[in-house]
């Protein structure tokens, strides 16, 4: 998640048992990918799915991306998260689905728009066609959201009996306001700017935020935003000579940028929502899996919630942290964003059996 918003085959063998299904020795040249398009009332979803000749389970993994549009194989920096853990999880004997976000690639509708309500009906409907499809039919599923689409895997699984397990990767238990606010603290980490201006500028950010949600004292938000910006950058030029009109620009275009970003469908209704709530609900099996130096969705913000969430729901749930992963998994040095497209395309060690032994261990 980012705070500017960069933000992007017929089964058969139904016969097989579990045990003897575990005598073959599976590949990904035994998985046969198919790609779907998926029509609703009012959007079409493109996807692939990952299909297994030989299943070890009966249930349908179907992964959600983080913030932003997303492409089916959640592909950042150069790398293809949701390709890498279907490929795996097919040589596990396990069948994924995977989808474009709105507007992008094979799916139509506006991303921008979008609101959590839509993504949430998009994966409930990804849900319905399976189980109403004739030749990809399923009638269980396993939800793995990453980041943001962690909140949508849990709001979802509420209450819907169609939903055997719940996968967590990186995902925020906090709303999401709680996670920009971090971030913007984090903007100054390594400055030596004091910190009464890093809190004046999180109440700004705030202050903007509330103005739009509610659609009230708009201007005087922005006018706060845009003299603590300019107070920011008077400060961090202290030692320089000041050209006056450049930072009242400089002040101008970050205020601009921010206004319109916090008044995007696809951020503000995932702002304020907690999705600790739905946690709090679920009644079947859980995986949360986190990086040790997740900068976007850190351990020490979201695990507790997390966990007092899934205390409180009395469900089954396991915990899995990497010491050394960032945001994607990857293994990382300080987690930070700028380090995602210097960092090999591929996740920390044992991260993907984690995953696939979770789920063939849970059934």
């Not at 990918?33 to 998926?38: A, F, G, M, Q, V």
């Not at 700004?204 to 603590?228: E, G, S």
């Not at 921010?258 to 859980?286: A, H, Q």
């Not at 990086?291 to 913000?301: A, K, N, R, S």
Request: hydrophobic letters at 35%.
């Amino acid at each position: 998640m980012k705070t500017k918003m960069k933000l992007l085959v017929i089964i058969g063998c139904f016969a097989f048992t579990v045990s003897c299904l575990a005598s073959h020795k599976l590949s990904i040249q035994d998985s046969e990918p198919t790609d779907i398009l998926i029509k609703t009332d009012d959007v079409t979803i493109g996807g692939t799915l990952m299909l297994p000749t030989h299943l070890q389970t009966m249930s349908l993994v179907i992964m959600s991306s983080g913030s932003g549009p997303q492409d089916r194989d959640e592909t950042l920096e150069g790398f293809k998260i949701f390709k890498d853990i279907a490929n795996h999880l097919a040589s596990k004997g396990i069948a994924s689905f995977r989808y474009d976000d709105r507007g992008v690639g094979d799916s139509t509708g506006d991303f921008v728009n979008s609101t959590i309500e839509d993504h949430s009906s998009d994966l409930e409907n990804i849900m319905n066609y399976f189980k109403s499809s004739k030749q990809h039919s399923f009638k269980s599923f396993i939800l793995l959201g990453h980041s943001q689409g962690g909140i949508l895997a849990g709001k979802v699984a509420v209450g819907n009996t169609s939903v055997e397990k719940v996968i967590l990767m990186g995902a925020p238990a906090v709303p999401l306001i709680e996670v920009v606010t971090y971030q913007v603290r984090q903007d100054y980490k390594n400055t030596n700017l004091p910190k009464r201006y890093i809190e004046a500028d999180v109440s700004a950010h705030n202050k903007l935020m509330r103005a739009i949600k509610d659609d009230k004292h708009i201007d005087k938000a922005y006018d706060v935003f845009k003299a603590t910006t300019k107070s920011i950058l008077i400060e961090m030029s202290a030692n320089e000579s000041i050209d006056k009109e450049k930072l009242e620009q400089q002040a101008i275009a970050k205020a601009d940028e921010y206004k319109i970003i916090y008044g995007l469908p696809s951020l503000t209704s995932f702002l304020y929502y907690d999705p600790s709530k739905d946690v709090e609900r679920l009644n079947v099996p859980v995986l949360s899996l986190f990086g040790g130096l997740d900068f976007q969705v850190p351990i020490h913000q979201n695990k507790d919630r997390m966990e007092n969430a899934l205390l409180k729901s009395g469900t089954d749930y396991q915990f899995i942290t990497f010491d050394e992963a960032n945001h994607f998994f990857q293994k990382a040095k300080t987690g930070q964003r700028d380090e995602y497209a210097k960092l090999d395309k591929k996740f920390v060690n044992d991260f993907l059996y984690s995953i696939s032994n979770w789920i063939i261990g849970n059934q």
